[in-house]
């Protein structure tokens, strides 16, 4: 079947300059011969327009331009149309694209686009909204928050507002359930993740995998700051996943297909990246296979 690719082009991700990825878009095509559109993200995510192109012109793939939270607002928003998804990493982060071997460089990004193979890959909701990647509450979340406050995007801003939030961080109460156990812990931040990584290389779940049908949960608990730093980088280097629940370690990380996680302290939330509203409880699921990532072939599990 001939191929027909949506390019969803995100006009503040990132750095980049939107309009060299928009020309490499239509050299690439060109010379392969595939019908394409481009066309711009909303920050509504609404779309429906494309549903019906899918639907009923015969459109094979859509591509998104963006970071972590683009990709996510358009997987959740067509991912039960069967089509397969492409991604062109230009965010700050890009924790799917490295976790998934997708190239930073946009033509090797495009070129995979047209050479890869769609990957059956993990999501999850969390309440009743999807996340593809990384979810978080806590010290990160607050980041987010704050960066998507900011004028100018990129690595530079998002490190600025680490620093200044890991500043003043403070841990915030949990109560985490899961497979029968229970958990009390004070903690900065809790990752939960299908990705291995918070992007920019920063690997906080070591053997998290895109496509095992278990969710990766790191709880960072209330210490010294300066000792949260040595934990979390040793916890990053050493990489392992105990799967009993240690409460004398100062970073807990475990594997789980659900968990439910109290918020008593209503610690803020991020999803993919991309700031959200709060709750006091959440209730995580992992959804196996969600939707087709291309990306150079793996073995499914």
Excluded: W
């Amino acid at each position: 079947m001939k191929r027909k690719i949506i390019f969803l082009l995100n006009p503040i991700a990132g750095n980049g300059k939107r309009s060299d990825i928009r020309q490499l878009i239509e050299l690439k095509c060109t010379k392969e011969n595939i019908d394409y559109r481009i066309l711009p993200t909303n920050a509504e995510g609404n779309y429906d327009h494309i549903r019906e192109k899918i639907l009923h012109n015969g459109v094979t793939d859509v591509v998104v331009a963006g970071g972590d939270g683009t990709i996510s607002s358009v997987v959740e928003n067509l991912r039960d149309t069967h089509i397969s998804f492409g991604l062109i990493p230009c965010g700050s982060g890009n924790g799917l694209a490295l976790c998934a071997g997708i190239s930073k460089n946009p033509s090797k990004a495009i070129d995979l686009v047209f050479a890869g193979t769609p990957v059956l890959t993990d999501g999850f909701y969390i309440n009743n909204q999807f996340s593809c990647m990384l979810s978080g509450l806590g010290f990160d979340a607050q980041v987010a928050h704050d960066f998507a406050k900011q004028k100018t995007r990129g690595l530079l801003t998002y490190v600025k507002q680490t620093y200044f939030n890991f500043i003043k961080a403070k841990p915030y109460r949990f109560d985490i359930e899961t497979t029968g156990k229970k958990i009390t812990a004070n903690a900065f931040f809790i990752s939960i993740a299908n990705s291995n990584q918070f992007g920019n290389r920063f690997t906080i779940a070591p053997k998290a995998s895109l496509n095992d049908g278990l969710l990766d949960i790191v709880i960072v608990k209330s210490m010294n700051k300066l000792q949260m730093l040595f934990d979390v980088m040793y916890q990053v280097r050493k990489g392992e996943v105990r799967q009993e629940l240690l409460h004398e370690k100062s970073v807990m990380y475990f594997q789980t297909p659900q968990v439910v996680i109290h918020n008593k302290e209503l610690a803020p939330l991020h999803i993919d990246g991309d700031p959200k509203t709060t709750s006091d409880i959440f209730e995580i699921k992992v959804i196996p296979g969600a939707f087709r990532l291309i990306r150079p072939y793996v073995q499914s599990h």
